[in-house]
């Protein structure tokens, strides 16, 4: 036999047009397997489930056929790692400023400014008795006890009016003593504070602040410009000096995201519906106040009230939005017309048939209705009256 009689020939399968083998097609289905009999002495073996020609026939392509690879989705790597940090991402919420439980306001170590200048006085008077010791002698030659009492009284006289100072209502001192935080003093009138300490002070007063137009886009996209606002205090004066660089600067750019943030979820106006929009401006400003609150409450800043006082279109849309405005109030008006204008036939026409004062069929109704929709409509503004064109 020659090598191309012993190669065995290839098997050709003609499938059906649903993708099913014919020969199976034809196949009587295989018994099912028995179970064998086993004695008590000797443990049952399992049988293993019998399996169908096509089964089998697309396990051997399965082996003789290349894996196809499957196309990677556009837009992810193909690894599930890759995958699963997207959609964590995606799912992530938006977070607070952390907090520092550390850096919590607490009272500093002041007096009453009268202890001190009791107290500094009392070391003059000292001072000045010694050298009133001294006088007769009319030389300035003390013992050497006299002189640590006169350096001693004059170190207490510089540390009693060095450390008095004026604590102003609606004003607080944060002190800190090598870079770290010893407390705050509201104190008002005259304190004594340690001189050795680092004396910052800070504004606890209401405030009002009052944005430039930012910069912002409403559910749409459309361009906007607003202004907010913003009525707040400094609450905690350790973290609005210590913890964030300029609370300041840190209210305005947190009240132009969160203004961005706001205004991005609703339409500036609603052409097709009576939905909710930017013009309610008690929501808006609700929501804008408890976001803002909770994004400044970890740096120390009470934010109490955040309103809009303007939302306007920006100058490059405002003519087309103005004319869209235009426009939905014009088709608002015509609905409200026609529907007025259609109950007002339909009572008519009613009325007349009811009362038995015309009898009409229907050519005759849809007339009469036709004349009387015109007419009415004419009268009440949504058609241009003959006599005047």
């Not at 609450?235 to 660089?245: G, N, S």
Request: hydrophobic content about 45%; some cysteine.
């Amino acid at each position: 036999m020659t090598e191309q009689q012993k190669r065995p020939l290839p098997v050709r399968v003609r499938f059906h047009a649903d993708g099913i083998p014919m020969d199976d097609l034809f196949r009587a289905d295989p018994k099912p397997a028995t179970t064998p009999m086993t004695s008590p002495m000797t443990s049952p073996t399992t049988t293993p489930p019998a399996t169908s020609p096509t089964a089998d026939l697309a396990a051997d392509l399965a082996a003789v056929l290349p894996a196809v690879p499957q196309p990677a989705r556009p837009g992810s790597s193909g690894r599930p790692e890759s995958r699963q940090r997207t959609a964590d991402a995606r799912e992530l919420p938006h977070r607070p400023p952390p907090d520092e439980p550390e850096l919590v306001e607490r009272n500093g170590p002041a007096l009453p400014g009268w202890c001190a200048v009791l107290v500094g006085l009392t070391a003059l008077g000292a001072a000045t008795a010694l050298l009133w010791r001294a006088r007769p002698l009319r030389t300035v030659q003390l013992l050497p006890w006299e002189w640590a009492a006169l350096g001693g009284c004059a170190v207490v006289a510089v540390l009693a009016f060095g450390g008095l100072t004026r604590g102003r209502t609606g004003s607080a001192w944060v002190l800190s003593l090598f870079g770290r935080y010893r407390g705050s003093v509201r104190r008002t009138g005259l304190v004594w504070i340690s001189p050795f300490v680092l004396r910052r002070r800070i504004d606890v007063r209401l405030r009002h602040w009052r944005s430039e137009p930012i910069a912002v886009v409403d559910a749409e996209g459309a361009a906007l410009r607003v202004v907010v606002l913003v009525v707040w205090s400094v609450r905690d004066t350790a973290r609005a000096l210590l913890f964030v660089d300029d609370h300041l600067d840190y209210l305005r750019e947190q009240v132009e995201a969160a203004a961005a943030r706001v205004l991005s979820q609703l339409p500036a106006d609603a052409f097709r519906g009576d939905g909710p929009t930017l013009r309610d401006a008690e929501a808006v400003g609700a929501r804008l106040t408890r976001l803002l609150a909770a994004e400044c409450r970890p740096v120390g800043v009470a934010v109490f009230s955040a309103q809009p006082t303007r939302i306007e279109y920006a100058p490059e849309v405002a003519a087309a939005m103005r004319r869209r405005q235009i426009a939905a109030l014009d088709a608002r008006h015509r609905d409200s017309v026609l529907t007025s204008v259609i109950d007002a036939v339909d009572d008519t026409v009613t009325r007349l048939t009811t009362r038995g004062l015309v009898e009409l069929d229907d050519f005759e109704r849809q007339a009469l209705v036709k004349d009387l929709t015109v007419a009415f409509y004419t009268r009440r503004g949504g058609l241009p009256d003959q006599g005047q064109e």
